[in-house]
């Protein structure tokens, strides 16, 4: 998506970046997972293929995506970004009819950085973000049912589960943006700060001497 192809969020714990041909190396091994690609309900691709998603979800209005870095690693300038990266949060606009309506998916690749709390502060920042960028009233998620962690982690943040689908083994919850949602979302990511993305990227040590 267009809009965010230069926007960098800073949170408490981590940096959430566009997705660049720079990830693409690192989330192509991710991808190659078993796991991950039963918990994304996802097919492995190419190298090629992996290229051309990523360009798909810099250019396509559908799709808005952001790769999750490890903010204290990521301050270190010594350090390649790519060994920052920790997983990635995407929101879809499913519905051509509805510009209001957002499937989230969140992926936490990295083992050693689950039951951290960081799946609950991207959320949180991505749903900030549909919000007041996107225009989002309507957030839905879709997990399989053995993932009982992100199942768990959505119903604390107020998710309501609304579907169950045997067939294909996953849970629906929803959550509706009212007023009182929207003030939680804003009182949540209030530290959350939003950059530059090439601008600091040069020079990172920048981002966190302000």
């Known amino acids: 998506m267009k809009i965010n192809e230069n926007t960098l969020l800073e949170g408490n714990k981590v940096v959430l970046v566009p997705y660049t041909e720079e990830h693409v190396p690192r989330y192509h091994e991710w991808m190659k997972s078993p796991e991950l690609q039963q918990l994304t309900a996802s097919e492995p691709l190419t190298l090629e293929q992996e290229y051309d998603m990523a360009k798909s979800w810099r250019e396509d209005d559908d799709k808005c995506t952001f790769i999750i870095l490890d903010k204290q690693?990521?301050?270190?300038?010594?350090?390649?970004e790519e060994q920052c990266m920790v997983g990635d949060v995407n929101i879809f606009l499913t519905d051509p009819t509805d510009l209001s309506l957002a499937e989230l998916e969140v992926m936490i690749a990295e083992p050693t950085y689950r039951g951290k709390g960081i799946g609950k502060e991207v959320t949180s920042m991505m749903m900030c973000y549909g919000v007041t960028k996107l225009g989002v009233?309507?957030?839905?998620?879709?997990?399989?049912?053995?993932?009982?962690i992100?199942?768990?982690?959505?119903?604390?943040?107020?998710?309501q589960e609304v579907s169950v689908c045997n067939v294909f083994k996953e849970?629906?919850?929803?959550?509706?943006?009212?007023?009182?949602?929207?003030?939680?979302?804003?009182?949540?990511?209030?530290?959350?700060k939003e950059g530059d993305y090439r601008q600091t990227c040069s020079n990172r040590q920048e981002l966190f001497s302000l």
């Open 73 to 80: 690693r990521w301050g270190d300038s010594s350090v390649e």
């Open 137 to 148: 009233k309507k957030f839905e998620v879709k997990i399989g049912l053995d993932n009982k």
């Open 150 to 159: 992100s199942i768990s982690m959505f119903k604390k943040l107020h998710f």
């Open 171 to 192: 849970v629906t919850l929803v959550l509706m943006v009212d007023e009182t949602v929207r003030k939680r979302l804003l009182d949540d990511t209030a530290d959350m």
